[in-house]
């Protein structure tokens, strides 16, 4: 240890990141899963759909500067932040579970009550969990390294997550598939809720699991004396983005890059299944080579940020994506080429390359905006920070949830059809590939503007180290 910069065991690196994997078992089910579970088995239109997604992410720009001023006022007994992983962990699980549970189907008001409590408990989860990161050290190349091994096992969640069609087969009823000719496990049909509800409990009980073995292998170093916490208000959020300039590209990148990958996530299962006509097999092939790169490359990262620097990182690989994305509206747009599933597949490799590198590696940035506000005003709020982002972050989902909703209205989607309307089969093409391109290109514009390199950083850490 060397005035704050220290350096963490493998175990405590993957202890942490341990509670990013657990979030993500949970997050990534409802990133990609839940509007297609909504509209396909428990009995909602679209448009209702959309509007609760937006409605409940409005609720949370209320919650989560709540949650962020009282995590950094409050001092638990188990600490600051980490102690909340155990406390929300377990209502958590329990929301989730309830999420897919199909007791009440096409009522309203129960996916409203469930989705908006799972959605309080992520945040008392999620703000304190990314504080909890901060506190550990101010070593800009350890948190590189963390951030890295986190993104690993948040991105191993993923591929887990992409397992599900073929979880739910194992105890899904089986249908002729038209498509394939062959009998196959029904998985978007009410007659498939009973397997999406177990389905997500073997998630939502391995998520507490990994969140409890984080508590105890994670331990606060750098956090705010007990003077500065009582002084916290929640309108401090709002005066720490105003004076915060990094802070500010950071959310904004947040929300563009949250918007993006919530928009494809929710689309790829309609791709899937009513585009290509895929069989549960091929859904989950196609959705594993949105993860397996995150594995190859993000190990790569310290590396390549090191050749290239920060700025040079994102625009490289923010338009890897783009690539990828134009290549793949191409391919499905040519009847002879759409059925070549082994280019279909080449193309997801490229096109989720240049999006896991390039929004994995934001979340380093998020330390470096706590010490830069620390640097700032002499405080290390680092739950503000975090409630913030977590704002940004859920404003990204809510557009990226609300979007396809209203997209698929528009195009005139039909959940009870297995075949599609070319216009319907286009507007799901439009999701996963033209929209998420427009926005990276504005990603890369909006990145751009980040200054906080690892010199100034480096000389941010040591002006704050000369003060104390």
């Known amino acids: 240890m060397d005035n704050g910069n220290y350096k963490l065991s493998w175990c405590q690196r993957i202890g942490y990141s341990s509670g990013d994997l657990a979030?993500?078992?949970?997050?990534?089910?409802?990133?990609?899963?839940?509007?297609?579970?909504?509209?396909?088995?428990?009995?909602?239109?679209?448009?209702?759909?959309?509007?609760?997604?937006?409605?409940?992410?409005?609720?949370?720009?209320?919650?989560?500067?709540?949650?962020?001023?009282?995590?950094d006022k409050s001092n638990p007994r188990w600490g600051k932040y980490r102690s909340w992983l155990v406390m929300g962990g377990l209502p958590l699980a329990g929301f989730a579970m309830l999420c897919f549970w199909n007791g009440f189907s096409g009522s309203l008001l129960y996916a409203y009550i469930t989705y908006v409590g799972l959605s309080m408990c992520f945040t008392l989860i999620n703000v304190p969990y990314g504080a909890l990161g901060a506190s550990l050290t101010r070593d800009t190349n350890e948190i590189t390294v963390l951030t890295s091994v986190r993104m690993f096992l948040a991105n191993l969640a993923g591929l887990i997550i992409k397992t599900l069609p073929l979880v739910i087969a194992i105890f899904a009823p089986k249908a002729y598939n038209p498509v394939s000719g062959k009998m196959e496990a029904v998985y978007n049909t009410p007659e498939s809720a009973h397997a999406w509800f177990i389905t997500m409990s073997i998630f939502a009980l391995t998520g507490l699991a990994l969140l409890i073995f984080c508590f105890f292998e994670s331990k606060e170093r750098i956090v705010m004396d007990e003077k500065g916490a009582s002084e916290v208000k929640v309108s401090d959020l709002w005066m720490e983005l105003v004076r915060n300039r990094p802070l500010r590209i950071l959310s904004f990148f947040f929300v563009i890059a949250f918007t993006t990958m919530s928009i494809s996530n929710a689309a790829d299962s309609y791709f899937m299944t009513y585009n290509i006509g895929a069989s549960p097999f091929m859904t989950t092939a196609f959705m594993w080579l949105g993860t397996i790169p995150a594995f190859i490359f993000l190990p790569l990262v310290p590396a390549i940020k090191k050749k290239v620097g920060k700025n040079g990182m994102f625009r490289m690989f923010l338009g890897i994506a783009i690539v990828g994305m134009v290549l793949m509206y191409l391919c499905v747009s040519f009847p002879a080429v759409k059925s070549c599933f082994p280019l279909l597949c080449v193309i997801q490799f490229v096109k989720s390359t240049g999006i896991l590198v390039a929004t994995g590696y934001m979340w380093a940035l998020v330390p470096e905006v706590v010490t830069y506000g620390e640097y700032a005003t002499g405080r290390r709020v680092a739950g503000i920070v975090n409630a913030l982002i977590c704002i940004f972050m859920k404003a990204g989902m809510a557009l990226g949830g609300v979007i396809p909703g209203l997209v698929l209205a528009w195009v005139g989607f039909n959940s009870s059809s297995q075949a599609q309307t070319p216009l319907a089969e286009q507007g799901?093409?439009?999701?996963?590939?033209?929209?998420?391109?427009?926005?990276?290109?504005?990603?890369?514009?909006?990145?751009?503007?980040?200054?906080?390199?690892?010199?100034?950083?480096?000389d941010i850490n040591a002006t704050i180290t000369n003060r104390q």
Do not use: H
């Open 23 to 71: 979030q993500n078992l949970i997050y990534q089910t409802v990133s990609i899963w839940l509007l297609f579970f909504y509209t396909n088995v428990y009995g909602l239109k679209p448009t209702v759909a959309a509007v609760m997604f937006l409605v409940v992410r409005i609720i949370d720009v209320i919650w989560d500067p709540v949650v962020g001023a009282f995590v």
């Open 428 to 458: 799901i093409l439009w999701l996963v590939t033209l929209i998420p391109a427009l926005l990276f290109l504005l990603a890369i514009y909006v990145i751009g503007k980040y200054e906080l390199s690892d010199k100034v950083m480096d």
